[in-house]
Every structure is written in C-alpha cells, then in structure tokens.
C-alpha cells in the first residue's frame, strides 16, 4: 500500500474520534487530517478502530463453508465424531486448499489478520490438509498471517505412520506441533507427550495441544505437560487448547494449576462454550496465564454454526472477550486492560468495529 489513506472519524481503542492518516502501508498520524491533504479518504462513520483480529484457534483444512448441506447424525462422542470426518471428507469432496481460502476470505472480511490453523495429518488423508492450508496462506500472503499446526486428529500413537506423517508436515513448513488428549485418544501420555516435545526439539517449533480431557484426567495431563515444558524450556512457546479440565469444581487445584501455568508461561485458548466446563476466564487471567480465544471449527463435519467473526464473539460469551485482546504480533495473545475497557464500552454502546493490519 503505497499510496496515502485517511481514515476519517475513526475512535482507536473506543477513545475519541479522530482521523488516522496511513502511508506506505503504515499509520503516519492519528489526528485530525487536514482538508488539503491529497489522499483517498473513507468515512468511518464513528466505528471503533481496532489492530487486526487475531482467530487463534481453528480448522481451516475442513470447514464445509459454501459446501451443500450435510446431514450430520453421528454420536456425540469424540472418537465418534472423528471418524465420521474422517470418512465424509472423501464423501463429500472437500478439497482443503478451495475451504480454507474460502474461510480465510470469510475472515478477513470480519477483521481478522493473523490465524492459527490446526490442520489434520493422519494416515487417510495424509497431508492433503496441510498442502491445501499451505496454497492457501501463500495466497493471501498479504493480507493475512495464517499458522499452520500440524495436528494429529486421529491420534498419534494409535495410528501408526502418522508420528512420521507429522514430522513430515513440519519439514514442509508447518509452524507449530500440534497434540490431542494424550490419554484418552492415545491411552499412552508419556507416548505421545514424547513425541510432540520431540518434535517440537527436532525443528525449533512451539506447540499447542487440544485437550478435552476432563476434570482430575485432564488435570493430571495438565501437570505432564507442565513438567515437559519445564525441563525443555520452552516457556512461552506451549499452548493449551480448550483445557476443559480446569473448568471444574475444585477451586484450590485449579488455583494451584493457574499459578504452575503461569510460572511456567503456558498459554490457554479457550472458545469460551456456553455447554461445557471451560478455564474460568477472570481468575485465569488474573493468575497471570496468557489466554486467548478462537472460533474453533467453523460449519464442518462437528456442527453447522459459525461464521468466522472474531469480533461478535464477546457480544455472546464473556469467554469469547479474549479474541479482542489483540496484540502487535502474532501469537495468543494477552488480554490488556485497553482491550477490557473497549468490550464494556463495545457490549454497551452495540458499536461498530474497524480494524487495521497490525503491521500497521
Ligand atoms: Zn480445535
């Protein structure tokens, strides 16, 4: 973007209205813009002006989104749920590369910029997910930031080749190693944790594991995976996705998992969902764990719901808030007092949004 814009009546963070001038691509003033300034100006019409949204948490490889419609009627249980995808992906046709690009459009259009993406590896499909996701984000290189997690969907352990599988997808260029619930999908914690921080050491990446695993259960893999970044120092470079377990009843454990997670600068996503036992938003936060929020799937093979929209999240779930606790660079992000104020003013007032790229 060479040229120079002026955003006009724009309110930065919900503060007051101003105009933001923006030139090679960067913001050159926030103020009000002189009328003899030449540049193509857009009216913002007293919308709120936000960085760029940050979706830290979905699957972009097998959304159905523009797809005709799918009956869906498996169980509601994990495994269950996994392999009637596994098998409708070939089914239905759902070529990876055409759905994200499709989703990341959806996205952006909403204000998002920076998406973490896990993306399927497993002995089925191979890495047709991670190719597809990969044409994807070179696509819209210059508009958004995608991550690419390489995500063992299926399992690890109990599908063998896919260990191989994974430390292929990263020799390909996904940035992060992905995990699933270590005990109740491999049945082999020690296994799989073995194999994810091996990874992890072997190409200089982060990682970030799902873990639906409940209560006392996911609190014990909980504290493995405490104990691993520990003695791999990896600080600061682990994400817990969904962490139900620490959305149970017993206040002092989860208190002394909070603090462990904090010391060790472990991060927590969370969807924030209204019908499960999920991390205690305030109090996570306040114990000083880095949390942030994403859409999960989006109208795939799991549900029907979703549309990529970061920023109507917080209207819905108080969880949800953290997808505006945006920051300048990419990565789960922490939530800031700034961000807190703008969801109250936000949720109060039913103002409109506008974002900037966050290179900005
Ligand atoms: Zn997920």
């Known amino acids: 973007m060479d040229q120079t814009v002026i955003l006009k009546n724009v309110r930065p963070w919900g503060e007051s209205a101003t105009d933001v001038v923006i030139g090679e691509g960067r913001i050159a003033a926030v103020a009000p813009a002189a009328a003899t300034i030449e540049a193509q100006s857009i009216d913002g019409r007293g919308a709120i002006l936000l960085p760029g949204l940050v979706e830290a948490h979905t699957h972009l490889d097998k ?12 169980p509601s249980n994990l495994v269950a749920k996994i392999t009637n995808e596994r098998n409708s992906k070939k089914r ?7 759905q994200s690009a499709r989703q990341v459009a959806l996205s952006v259009g909403h204000g998002t910029t920076h998406i973490r993406s896990h993306v399927d590896v497993d002995t089925e499909h191979g890495l047709a997910g991670v190719h597809g996701v990969m044409a ?16 063992p969907q299926s399992g690890m352990l109990i599908r063998e080749g896919t260990k191989e599988l994974m430390d292929e997808a990263l020799s390909l260029g996904a940035d992060v190693v992905g995990g ?3 005990c109740s999908m491999d049945l082999d914690p020690k296994g799989h944790l073995d194999v994810v921080f091996a990874l992890a050491e072997k190409h200089g990446k982060p990682i970030d594991i799902h873990l639906h695993e409940p209560g006392e259960l996911g609190a ?3 504290r493995l995976i405490i104990e691993r970044t520990r003695a791999h120092a990896m600080g600061g470079k682990v994400t817990i996705s969904h962490a139900f377990c620490l959305g149970h009843n017993d206040y002092l454990a989860i208190g002394r998992l909070l603090e462990q997670l904090a010391e060790t600068g472990i991060a927590i996503m969370t969807t924030g969902p209204a019908d ?6 305030i109090r996570t936060l306040d114990a000083g764990v880095t949390v942030c929020s994403g859409s ?8 029907p719901y979703g549309n990529a929209t970061c920023s109507s999240a917080p209207c819905s779930s108080a969880c949800a808030t953290t997808s505006i606790a945006t920051t300048t660079s990419f990565g789960p992000s922490r ?11 936000w949720k109060a007032t039913g103002s409109r949004l506008a974002t900037w790229p966050t290179s900005c």
């Not at 499960?276 to 938003?281: F, G, R, S, T």
């Not at 939530?335 to 003013?345: I, K, Q």
């Open 63 to 74: 959304t159905l989104y523009g797809m005709p419609w799918n009956r869906n009627s498996v």
């Open 92 to 98: 239905i046709g759902l070529d990876p590369a055409r």
């Open 136 to 151: 994807t984000r070179e696509k819209y290189a210059d508009v958004v930031d995608i991550e690419i997690v390489a995500f």
């Open 180 to 182: 699933l619930d270590p």
């Open 220 to 222: 014990f893999t909980t």
């Open 276 to 281: 499960y036992a999920c991390p205690p938003l």
């Open 296 to 303: 999960d799937g989006i109208r795939d093979c799991w549900g």
């Open 335 to 345: 939530w800031s007092p700034p961000a807190a104020r703008l969801c109250s003013a």
